[in-house]
């Protein structure tokens, strides 16, 4: 299987590109990704090559190893990530008064509440 690094990607329009270790750019979607792997730019990965519409396109990835995350130092101070996590608490309240009167949340919207979510974590996690 072909290996290379994510040259780039952007997790709210679900692809990017991968540069493989024989110089060939690979479109990179998100459904090629698995749901519990992250990646981002310097990513190095394995993975499948299909011809699509618009050149290669990466199937079945396999994250190797991600690069080293300096997020440490560009953490929030605690204050910020203070009022941050207040304001997806009052987020998730509003979602969970619409969940008990039976109605999901539209797709779009359930969409930027996950990438909130996440994006949090990683601020916390770093």
Sequence with gaps: MPTGRVRFYDEEKGFGFIASDDGQDVFLHSSAVPE??????????????????????????RVLDAPPVAARAARKKP??????????????????AELR???????????????VLRKVADDIDA
């Design 36 to 61: 519990d792997a992250r990646v981002r730019k310097g990513t190095r990965v394995e993975f499948g090559v299909a011809d699509g519409r618009r050149g290669p396109s990466a199937l079945s990835v």
């Design 79 to 96: 204050d910020d990530m203070a009022v941050i996590v207040e304001d997806l608490v009052k987020l998730l309240d509003d979602m969970g």
């Design 101 to 115: 009167r039976g109605r999901y949340p539209s797709n779009p919207h359930a969409r930027k509440v996950a990438a």
